[in-house]
């Protein structure tokens, strides 16, 4: 089955690298989403930061708890992030966690695509299975 629909970013929370040295460095960030479409409800995102001094060299990977409804099912489930940008070059993959659905999504299996627009607009097309 595929969702599909948008969301919104807030409470961006980006602590003190807790290890920066010879310009790079480590850092732990924690944000908040609420997702609208056939994917509705709210997530907190756990961040852990890697920064280069090439601009466009870094990677994250995170672990996302979303709560609410995925096409009237309600539930929750965890993802986890893994991203980098190699000089812009950008590869993103989010992977539901194998037995981590609670509720009616227990089962729940699947991998997420996240598209930023032009304007900063984000939005998701959520491949999975139940």
Known sequence: ???KGTFDTADWDARPPFDDRDGVSLGLV??????????AGTSV?????????VETSRSYVALER????????????????N??????E?????????DSA????????????ILIAPDGGHSYTFEYRL
């Open 1 to 3: 089955m595929t969702a």
């Open 30 to 39: 924690t944000m908040s989403k609420t997702f609208h479409g056939d994917l």
């Open 45 to 53: 995102v756990h961040l852990l930061v890697a920064s280069t001094p």
């Open 66 to 81: 979303i709560e609410g409804t995925l096409h009237g099912r309600s539930g929750s489930f965890v993802v986890q992030h």
């Open 83 to 88: 991203a980098m940008s190699d000089g812009g």
């Open 90 to 98: 950008q590869s993103l993959r989010v992977t539901v966690v194998a």
């Open 102 to 113: 609670t509720g009616e999504l227990r089962g729940l299996r699947g991998d997420m695509d």
